[in-house]
């Protein structure tokens, strides 16, 4: 395998001038297919059997929900990269990836509640998913808060990517911990989420939604990710040829 | 201070010297010792007091009171746990002595556990009595063993991270109570089980295995941030 | 498009809400994202003149007419 791709890329000014390249491709194909599924999931997909129209919220909450999940788990692996290889250009991605995170989790949040009224009667619920959903944000919340508090950048990096990484090795445990606890007690409302079959029609859309979220995340990590190197590198050499 | 020892140390060695450096030096300040346990009952105290008196409504929460109670405690003395020693320079010493940090560490909690959790347990049935709580003490007392074992872990790890902050007692409560909740979860079911004499071995054997899987992760987490922590 | 359209049975403003919100986190994300970016940039420009500036006379005239 040659590698020379990766340690070119992994240099903090090709990685800048990468993301500046790559962040407009994502962001505008991200709107286009947003757009689409979007106006798909509003007005054209027929309606759902059980839900009626409320099961048109689907095509936020679905996408959110899961990249939340996995943007966290790119950060800690992100930050574990950083910490064990002591590479910056790792750091700067986890430290990108906080942010969003976070505000994806709360939006899965907030469109669970609002999707949880019609169907379930109530904004919330003690379900296994939403308290999962609800301690991965006090895990960005934390996590944040954790950089924040240093004012030395590279000990920010080392102090955080720990944190990370005790939280994605305890998120399995929280999930089966929430999973079981959950089910003792009750387990009726889960099955309002039994798919009534989705339709190829209904798919397709959402399939979309679910890529385009991840494309815009791309592109928000891109000018995140462009900060976070330019506040690591503020005596570099190269930033002096760069744009001034 | 540690003896110098000339040859070197074996590992069970290492954790006896650790283990009565930190019982000697919680001797010549009980008093502090003591406020974790104070804090434990007067949390418990308050729950009564908010809420409806009558035992028979106390007994449904009293797991709930009994768990937060006792993760409250633990993390209000896991604030205590390095920091005199990285104040006074000892910590850097260990460091830089060459024997292995986790293992160090790790010998601190266990006596840090020893000193703070271990009263708790034994203090739990009497104030589970006042909850209405009518069996399954020795169950609870267990539980509650293997629970703040893992509490004082985690809290380490936090108490680690956040102990080159000049302000990290808010901050380390809110990285540290997300982390420990499967511990609230299976700890207050466990005592709900044994509070209806129910056979509550397989929660148990759960705790068990979390507090095993922290015993070995957890101090390489506390080695690392302690190097990051007093650079 | 109707009126009928848009009101979804009874759960148009469920729906329209979490939209709604959807799209304004969405901005929120990007103009977060892009505000740190523009800060640094502005950060690291600032400071690359004070350095051009700070130089010893000689220098500092070559060196502006390099960078131009």
């Given at each position: 395998m040659n590698w020379i791709w990766f340690h070119k890329l992994a240099s903090p000014p090709s990685a800048y001038v990468f993301a500046t390249r790559l962040r407009p491709w994502l962001f505008w194909v991200s709107v286009v297919m947003m757009l689409w599924a979007a106006y798909q999931g509003l007005f054209v997909v027929p309606l759902d059997y059980q839900q009626k129209d409320a099961f048109r919220i689907i095509y936020v909450h679905v996408p959110v929900a899961s990249l939340s999940l996995l943007v966290y788990s790119m950060m800690a692996i992100a930050a574990a990269i950083g910490l064990i290889w002591r590479m910056k250009l790792a750091h700067a991605v986890a430290a990108a990836c906080a942010m969003p995170g976070a505000i994806l989790t709360t939006l899965a949040l907030a469109t669970g509640s609002i999707w949880g009224k019609p169907m379930w009667g109530a904004w919330w619920a003690w379900d296994a998913r939403l308290t999962s959903e609800l301690i991965l944000l006090f895990l960005y919340l934390g996590y944040m808060a954790l950089r924040a508090s240093f004012d030395d950048i590279g000990r920010a990096d080392r102090a955080s990517a720990i944190l990370a990484i005790v939280g994605i090795v305890n998120v399995p445990i929280v999930k089966y911990s929430v999973v079981w606890w959950n089910s003792l007690h009750q387990?009726?409302?889960?099955?309002?989420?039994?798919?009534?079959?989705?339709d190829p029609s209904m798919a397709t859309p959402l399939v979309v939604m679910i890529f385009a979220f991840l494309l815009f995340f791309g592109a928000v990590l891109c000018d995140g990710l462009r900060a976070e190197i330019l506040r690591r590198e503020r005596?570099?050499?190269?930033l002096s040829e760069l744009k001034v | 201070m540690m003896q110098p020892v000339r040859h070197t140390p074996g590992p069970l060695h290492l954790a006896a010297v650790v283990l009565m450096r930190e019982l000697r030096l919680a001797l010549r300040r009980w008093d502090q010792v003591l406020q974790p346990l104070i804090f434990f009952v007067v949390v418990v105290t308050l729950f009564p007091l908010a809420t409806n008196p009558e035992l028979s409504a106390l007994r449904h929460i009293a797991p709930g009171v009994l768990w937060v109670a006792a993760m409250l405690a633990s993390l209000l003395a896991a604030d205590a746990l390095f920091r005199p020693d990285v104040e006074d320079g000892t910590m850097e010493q260990w460091v830089l002595s060459g024997q292995p940090l986790p293992w160090l560490l790790f010998s601190k909690s266990l006596a840090h556990w020893l000193l703070t959790g271990l009263p708790l347990v034994l203090v739990t049935p009497v104030v589970a009595v006042s909850l209405g709580v009518e069996q399954g003490f020795g169950t609870i007392m267990m539980v509650l063993a293997l629970g703040t074992g893992v509490l004082t872990l985690l809290g380490a790890v936090g108490a680690a991270l956040t102990v080159?902050?000049?302000?990290?007692n808010m901050l380390m409560a809110l990285l540290v109570l997300p982390l420990e909740m499967p511990v609230l979860i299976f700890g207050a079911q466990a005592v709900e089980s044994a509070m209806r004499n129910e056979p509550a071995l397989g929660i148990i054997s759960l705790l068990a295995s979390v507090l095993l899987l922290a015993m070995i992760l957890t101090p390489f987490a506390m080695a690392a941030s302690m190097r990051i922590s007093i650079e | 498009m109707t009126f009928e359209a848009l009101k979804m049975g009874d759960y148009g403003a469920y729906v329209w809400s979490s939209y709604a919100l959807a799209l304004l986190a969405l901005i929120a994300m990007a103009a977060i994202a892009r505000n740190a970016c523009n800060r640094e940039l502005k950060a690291a420009q600032r400071r690359t003149q004070a350095n051009r500036n700070g130089q010893p006379a000689p220098t500092s005239s070559t060196s502006a007419g390099a960078g131009a």
């Amino acid at each position: 395998m040659n590698w020379i791709w990766f340690h070119k890329l992994a240099s903090p000014p090709s990685a800048y001038v990468f993301a500046t390249r790559l962040r407009p491709w994502l962001f505008w194909v991200s709107v286009v297919m947003m757009l689409w599924a979007a106006y798909q999931g509003l007005f054209v997909v027929p309606l759902d059997y059980q839900q009626k129209d409320a099961f048109r919220i689907i095509y936020v909450h679905v996408p959110v929900a899961s990249l939340s999940l996995l943007v966290y788990s790119m950060m800690a692996i992100a930050a574990a990269i950083g910490l064990i290889w002591r590479m910056k250009l790792a750091h700067a991605v986890a430290a990108a990836c906080a942010m969003p995170g976070a505000i994806l989790t709360t939006l899965a949040l907030a469109t669970g509640s609002i999707w949880g009224k019609p169907m379930w009667g109530a904004w919330w619920a003690w379900d296994a998913r939403l308290t999962s959903e609800l301690i991965l944000l006090f895990l960005y919340l934390g996590y944040m808060a954790l950089r924040a508090s240093f004012d030395d950048i590279g000990r920010a990096d080392r102090a955080s990517a720990i944190l990370a990484i005790v939280g994605i090795v305890n998120v399995p445990i929280v999930k089966y911990s929430v999973v079981w606890w959950n089910s003792l007690h009750q387990g009726q409302t889960l099955s309002l989420f039994g798919k009534s079959e989705i339709d190829p029609s209904m798919a397709t859309p959402l399939v979309v939604m679910i890529f385009a979220f991840l494309l815009f995340f791309g592109a928000v990590l891109c000018d995140g990710l462009r900060a976070e190197i330019l506040r690591r590198e503020r005596n570099a050499s190269w930033l002096s040829e760069l744009k001034v | 201070m540690m003896q110098p020892v000339r040859h070197t140390p074996g590992p069970l060695h290492l954790a006896a010297v650790v283990l009565m450096r930190e019982l000697r030096l919680a001797l010549r300040r009980w008093d502090q010792v003591l406020q974790p346990l104070i804090f434990f009952v007067v949390v418990v105290t308050l729950f009564p007091l908010a809420t409806n008196p009558e035992l028979s409504a106390l007994r449904h929460i009293a797991p709930g009171v009994l768990w937060v109670a006792a993760m409250l405690a633990s993390l209000l003395a896991a604030d205590a746990l390095f920091r005199p020693d990285v104040e006074d320079g000892t910590m850097e010493q260990w460091v830089l002595s060459g024997q292995p940090l986790p293992w160090l560490l790790f010998s601190k909690s266990l006596a840090h556990w020893l000193l703070t959790g271990l009263p708790l347990v034994l203090v739990t049935p009497v104030v589970a009595v006042s909850l209405g709580v009518e069996q399954g003490f020795g169950t609870i007392m267990m539980v509650l063993a293997l629970g703040t074992g893992v509490l004082t872990l985690l809290g380490a790890v936090g108490a680690a991270l956040t102990v080159g902050l000049r302000r990290g007692n808010m901050l380390m409560a809110l990285l540290v109570l997300p982390l420990e909740m499967p511990v609230l979860i299976f700890g207050a079911q466990a005592v709900e089980s044994a509070m209806r004499n129910e056979p509550a071995l397989g929660i148990i054997s759960l705790l068990a295995s979390v507090l095993l899987l922290a015993m070995i992760l957890t101090p390489f987490a506390m080695a690392a941030s302690m190097r990051i922590s007093i650079e | 498009m109707t009126f009928e359209a848009l009101k979804m049975g009874d759960y148009g403003a469920y729906v329209w809400s979490s939209y709604a919100l959807a799209l304004l986190a969405l901005i929120a994300m990007a103009a977060i994202a892009r505000n740190a970016c523009n800060r640094e940039l502005k950060a690291a420009q600032r400071r690359t003149q004070a350095n051009r500036n700070g130089q010893p006379a000689p220098t500092s005239s070559t060196s502006a007419g390099a960078g131009a």
